[in-house]
Every structure is written in structure tokens, then in C-alpha cells.
């Protein structure tokens, strides 16, 4: 009891689990993988040199940075004009957004599997060109850069729209319809106030997308050629190939500190320096070219009575959308949701085959793949490892990322950022590096090879879904609630129970779905710490799409692809039921 008041009374104390595991399993490798990285103890830099001075070494680099940026500024340019589109959608919005949403949550695995069913040389789209009669010979949609890009925008443009939509939501509809009653055109509206105030979602978006993207490593190996490695494969390669770690902890340091330089570039540009040094060109300029400016300034004199007359005449005049426009907007958002959402339809169909190799669509139905997967010993294992590990981290990650959500809330508001930061360092960073510390700090533990070292290893990144929804709840939680059940002599936790616990039980719930899938779809973590000795089924598939193009991941997949349609409906009438457990004693109270 005196434990339970002293962290009511310190409720920073509730985060000493979190960060405990945190520091354990992930704070502590990452340092003791820097070390490595100078070959402590004589710190030396001779790691670092020799990555440089291997010219292949920094043509992945660059070639990394570049995959990354271009398949950043692809999901910026498809993903703004969609969350647009999506947030002026009025009622049809929610479903958009779950549309949307559907993606994100299916396997990363399994939609690269898709896009090598449609773009193989037997794929979809080659077989109806070849048929239709517009091509001769397949065309090399696979195994390049295309492709890459192709795959890695597909899995990173929900990440990209879903940062847009909630700013783009969240503005003041009346500033565009103040705009173009005062005579503004739509799209003048919308670059002179719109665009401005959407800003901060384009910064998140880039940033999510970017820093991910440089951790890419299954999607370029299974869609790419040759040429197109990225420095994940080569880290991963030199851990499974090489039994001195120095240098694979200085490549994974070297590829943490241009992600860190990139947002720290970002963030300075972003962050106003930028409108100064434009005042300063501009002041440069006019000082530079006074003719041209008064040139200019007299110009304007003539035309001054004719803009005069037009502003009047449209003024109080809103401008609405043409047909032409809503046709246009409609058909780009099919076509975007139709990328996003084809694949995984075309897995679902597929599996139904009843062939020895993949044809779409099947020329017989039958159920002939998942029956081989519901019969193969090496399938339900790997599957029913897979649960246990996402039964346990979820229960596990719950648990103590509800208590550091809780005590967080109650820290002051710059405290909670930055811890909260921390927190979620080990789903921000590029996941392979997570997976090379992690590698580390359980191999000094024993704990490589074994169910307790994967579990510890999905818990760290699970935590931190955890954390972000639950704390997304509580921040509207009203604490007048608790001080009211506290006046009357309730006790902490009793409070907690009967108070706090009813009205943020759909966050906990929401959190820990997170985490049984973050856990569930986990492969690059999985396969550095197990080591392939103890499967599970994202590694069950890795193996299938290096080995052969076998049917029956088709059926996995298609069974991956329909567990976020489970997870939603489940996660709907949570909510549902709350909401309706809420209006009960207000209707009583009536």
C-alpha cells in the first residue's frame, strides 16, 4: 500500500519498467554496439575508414539515401493530393481512412510477395498485355529499381497520408471559404492558406517515411536487382556472414548518423531559418536591381484600376468546385485506392488456385493450398509460435506501457516529450540497426536462440505502440473524474479500477492489438535473435519467397491479409461497447 501511494504521489515511477526493459535489451546494446564500433578498448577509428574507403560501401550509402528520398518524394507527391481529397470528403472520410488504414496494417511481407504475383514475368500485368496482344515478350517490371520503388511506396504511403489527413482535418474549413468569398481562386486559396497551414503534416510525413525507409532491407532484396542493395542488406549480410561485429556496428552507427544528420537538416530548414535567409535574398535582390523593381512598381500602376474593378466584381462571391474537378479528384482517389488495396485482393484470389504454379485468375477454385497449410507440421508450428509470441508481448507490453502512459500523463509537458521520445526510439530508427543491438545485448545475455530473447526483443518496439495510444487517450481523460472519487475516500488504486480504468480501456485494448501484431509481423528483429532455430511464420515466409514461389504462402498470405479486417471489427465494437457503457449512467443520471 505505501508502494501504491508513493507512486501516486510520483507517478514518474510507473515509467521505471518501460524504461528498465528499455534500457536492458535495447539502451545498453546500442552502446555497447558504438564501442564495438571502436573496437573498444583501444578506440580506434579504423572501422569507420575502412567502410569509406571501400568505394562499393559508399555507393550503397548514396545509393541507400537515394532510394530513400525518391521514394519519399513519390509518396509525398501521390499522399498530399489523397489526404486532401480524403479530408474534404465529408461523410465518406471514415471509410477512406480505413480503406487506407487496411494496408498499413497487413504484413509488409506479404504485399511484397503480391507485387512479385503482378509484376513476374508470368504475373498480372504481363499476362494481360501478352493476351490482350499489346506486347510480344513480358516486360521487366521486376527484379529493378522500378520495382523497388513500386513495393516501398506501396507499404510507406499509408504512413505518409495518415500524418496529413490528421492536420489537414484539424483546419479551419471558414479560412478557404473567407478566401474565395474575397474574389481568391480555388487553387490560389488553397496555396495561399491551405497549403501554409498543412505544412507540419508534409515535415511529420517526410520524416516517417524517410527514416523507415533507410532501414528498408526485405522489399529491395525480393523486388530489386544487383544494383539496387541498399546498406541494410549489406549490414545484414555481414552479420550472418562474418564473425567480427566491428564492422557491421560501424556500418549500422554510419547509417544511424546520416538518418540523424538528414532530420537534423530537415528540422533547421523547417524550423524558420529558411524564411530568414529568403527575407535576406529578397533585401539582397531589390538592393541589386532597383531598376527592375521600379520597372515593376509601374507596371503595376496600370494595371491597378483593371484589378480594382475584377476584385469588386467577385468580391463575396465563393467559387465553387467544378464538375470537372470532383470527376478528377473521384477517379485519382480510385486509382490510389485501388493501388493500395489490389494487391492483397489479388493474394486473397489467387489462393484458391488449384494449380501447381500461381495464375491469376485461377482456372480451378479450390481450397487445395490451404489445405496443404493446415496439414504441414513446419506451417502450424511456425504459425502457433508466431501467436504465442504475440500473445505474450502483447500481455507484457500492456501492462508496462499502460503504466508508463499513465505516469507520463501526470509528468509536466516538456518531461513527458522527451521521455516519450525515448520510448519510441526503437520503432523511429531504422529497424535494422534496432536488430543489430538487440543481436548483441542478448548474445552477451544467452538469450540468442531462445523464446525469452524473442520475446524481449518484440517487447521493446511493442512498448511503444502501447504508450502513444494509450497517452493519445488519456490526454483527454478529465482528472476532476479522480479527485472526485478521491474526495470520497477512494484509495489509488481503487480509483484507478473503478475510474480511471472504465474510460481508458478502449486505448489498452486498442494498444494491445497493436502490439500482438507489431509482434505477429516481426521478421528482421526475429531472425537475427532466433536465429532460424526456433521458426515463426513471417520467417517461415521469408524463407519460402528466397527459396521458391510456392502457393501455398498464397493462402498465408491471404489469411495475413484478412487478420486487420479481424483486428477492426474487433477494435469497432470495443469501442461501440465502451461508448455505450458510458451512455448508460448518463441516461440513468437524466
Same mark, same amino acid.
Given at each position: ?9 510520483? $507517478? ?68 498530399? $493530393? ?113 497549403? $501554409? ?394
Amino acid at each position: 500500500m505505501k508502494m501504491i501511494q508513493k507512486m501516486g504521489s510520483m $507517478p514518474i515511477l510507473l515509467t521505471v519498467p518501460a524504461f528498465g526493459v528499455l534500457f536492458a535489451v535495447f539502451g545498453i546494446p546500442m552502446i555497447l554496439l558504438f564501442l564495438t564500433s571502436l573496437n573498444a578498448p583501444a578506440l580506434s577509428l579504423v572501422n569507420y575508414v575502412g567502410f569509406f574507403e571501400q568505394r562499393s560501401y559508399i555507393s550503397i550509402l548514396l545509393q541507400t539515401l537515394k532510394i530513400s528520398a525518391v521514394a519519399t518524394a513519390i509518396c509525398l507527391i501521390i499522399g498530399y $493530393p489523397t489526404a486532401y481529397l480524403i479530408a474534404v470528403a465529408g461523410r465518406a472520410r471514415p471509410i477512406l481512412m480505413v480503406l487506407v488504414f487496411l494496408p498499413w496494417l497487413t504484413s509488409a511481407l506479404v504485399r511484397t510477395y503480391a507485387w512479385t504475383v503482378v509484376l513476374g514475368d508470368n504475373g498480372l500485368i504481363n499476362s494481360l498485355l501478352l493476351n490482350v496482344g499489346l506486347i510480344d515478350s513480358p516486360l521487366p517490371l521486376i527484379y529493378n529499381r522500378f520495382a523497388v520503388y513500386v513495393g516501398m511506396v506501396h507499404i510507406m504511403l499509408p504512413m505518409m497520408i495518415l500524418p496529413l489527413i490528421s492536420v489537414m482535418v484539424s483546419i479551419d474549413n471558414s479560412l478557404m471559404a473567407a478566401a474565395r468569398s474575397m474574389g481568391a481562386k480555388p487553387f490560389t486559396a488553397f496555396l495561399r492558406v491551405f497549403f $501554409p497551414l498543412s505544412i507540419p503534416g508534409i515535415r511529420s510525413g517526410c520524416i516517417l517515411v524517410f527514416v523507415v525507409c533507410l532501414g528498408f532491407y526485405i522489399t529491395p532484396q525480393a523486388l530489386g536487382g544487383l544494383g539496387d542493395t541498399m546498406l541494410s542488406t549489406l549490414i545484414n549480410s555481414q552479420l550472418t556472414t562474418s564473425l567480427d561485429l566491428a564492422p557491421t556496428a560501424a556500418a549500422s552507427f554510419i547509417l544511424l548518423a546520416m538518418a540523424v544528420v538528414v532530420l537534423l537538416m530537415v528540422g533547421v530548414n523547417l524550423a524558420g531559418a529558411h524564411g530568414q535567409t529568403g527575407s535576406t535574398e529578397q533585401k539582397y535582390r531589390a538592393s541589386r536591381l532597383p531598376s527592375f523593381s521600379t520597372a515593376i512598381h509601374y507596371l503595376n500602376e496600370f494595371v491597378l484600376p483593371y484589378r480594382a474593378r475584377r476584385w469588386a466584381a467577385k468580391l463575396y462571391q465563393a467559387q465553387r468546385d467544378t464538375p470537372w474537378s470532383k470527376i478528377v479528384g473521384a477517379a485519382f482517389l480510385a486509382l490510389v485506392m485501388i493501388y493500395l488495396l489490389a494487391p492483397g485482393l489479388i493474394v486473397i484470389i489467387i489462393s484458391f488456385n488449384a494449380g501447381e504454379f500461381l495464375e491469376f485468375p485461377p482456372r480451378e477454385v479450390s481450397l487445395r493450398w490451404y489445405y496443404s497449410f493446415f496439414h504441414d507440421p513446419s506451417w502450424i508450428g511456425a504459425l502457433w509460435n508466431s501467436f504465442q509470441f504475440g500473445v505474450v508481448v502483447s500481455m507484457v507490453s500492456t501492462i508496462i506501457g499502460t503504466m508508463a502512459a499513465f505516469g507520463l500523463s501526470r509528468c509536466s509537458s516538456g518531461l513527458r516529450s522527451g521521455l516519450t521520445m525515448v520510448i519510441l526510439t526503437p520503432i523511429t530508427i531504422p529497424v535494422i540497426v534496432v536488430g543489430v543491438a538487440v543481436y548483441l545485448g542478448l548474445a552477451k545475455l544467452g538469450l540468442v536462440g531462445t523464446s525469452t530473447g524473442i520475446i524481449l526483443g518484440h517487447t521493446i518496439g511493442a512498448i511503444g505502440y502501447v504508450v502513444v495510444i494509450v497517452l493519445a487517450t488519456l490526454s483527454g481523460f478529465d482528472r476532476t473524474l479522480e479527485q472526485a472519487a478521491m474526495s470520497m475516500r477512494a484509495g489509488p488504486t481503487r480509483t484507478f479500477m473503478r475510474v480511471t480504468l472504465p474510460l481508458i480501456r478502449s486505448g489498452i485494448i486498442g494498444g494491445a492489438l497493436f502490439a500482438f501484431l507489431a509482434s505477429f509481423d516481426e521478421v528482421i528483429i526475429t531472425s537475427f535473435v532466433s536465429g532460424y532455430a526456433i521458426p515463426t511464420l513471417p520467417l517461415k515466409m521469408l524463407e519460402n519467397l528466397k527459396q521458391q514461389v510456392d502457393p501455398t504462402i498464397a493462402a498465408v498470405g491471404s489469411l495475413l491479409t484478412l487478420l486487420p479486417v479481424v483486428w477492426l471489427v474487433a477494435l469497432y465494437f470495443t469501442l461501440w461497447r465502451a461508448r455505450g457503457a458510458l451512455r448508460k449512467p448518463a441516461i440513468n443520471a437524466t
